[in-house]
Each structure stands twice: as C-alpha cells, then as structure tokens.
C-alpha cells in the first residue's frame, strides 16, 4: 500500500516557477513508477509527466515538454515536478501516482494510487 501527499501548489504570475512534491510512504514506492497528472475545470485529467521506477526514464505532454522537469530521491521517497516558464493554461489541480507496473513509462497510463492533489494556478 502507497500513501502519496502532495504540496507546493499556488498562486504564481505567467512566466513564474513552482516545483511540486510528491512524498510518498510505503516500502516499496522506490520500485513503483510515478507519474503527474493534472484537471482543470470543466476538463478531463491528463497525464503532464513521468518516471520510470528507476528514474532512468521520463515521457513528458509535448506542451510541457522544456517546462517541467519531474525527477525522484529515493532516499526521501519523494518525487518532484520542476515548472518553469508556466502559462496560465497550466492551471489545474496537480495530482501525483504511483504504480507498481513495468510497463514503459511512455505506455502507464492507469495508476492504482492517487495523492489528493494541489492546485496550481496561473495568472496572467
């Protein structure tokens, strides 16, 4: 069982920087893939970035990809997503997962557990 808690969500200007964290419990989240995933209002989730159990792997949404960086410590048992240059269609509630799936990171798409999300929002 996994436990994921987010934080670093708010309020930031076009152009602006914020760096979500994604902390996990659970032994065995060193071994599991993670991803980030994002809703805005009105719109469905969809996934923005991810990681590969090993970090040796990412696949990223092409809107995003130059922006956000998504990066792990194991040592913490925490995974991160880096935003830089963020527009206000970046908006969104940010939501972390994890899954034990060896699938490539560029296929996982279904994450058995969720964080409760934070929001991030972009003005212009």
């Known amino acids: 069982q996994v436990q994921l808690v987010e934080s670093g969500g708010g309020l930031v200007q076009a152009g602006g920087s914020l760096r979500l964290s994604c902390a996990a419990s659970g032994r065995h989240f060193s071994r599991y893939a993670v991803a980030w995933f994002r809703q805005a209002p009105g719109k469905e989730r969809e996934f923005v970035a991810g990681i590969s159990w090993s970090g040796g792997n990412t696949d990223y949404k092409d809107s995003v990809k130059g922006r956000f960086t998504v990066f792990r410590d194991s040592a913490d048992n925490t995974v991160y997503l880096q935003m830089n240059g963020l527009k206000p269609e970046d908006t969104a509630v940010y939501y972390c997962?994890?899954?034990?799936?060896?699938?490539?990171?560029?296929?996982?798409?279904?994450?058995?557990?969720w964080g409760q999300g934070t929001q991030v929002t972009v003005s212009s």
């Open positions: 997962a994890s899954d034990p799936s060896r699938l490539p990171i560029t296929l996982l798409r279904d994450y058995n557990y």
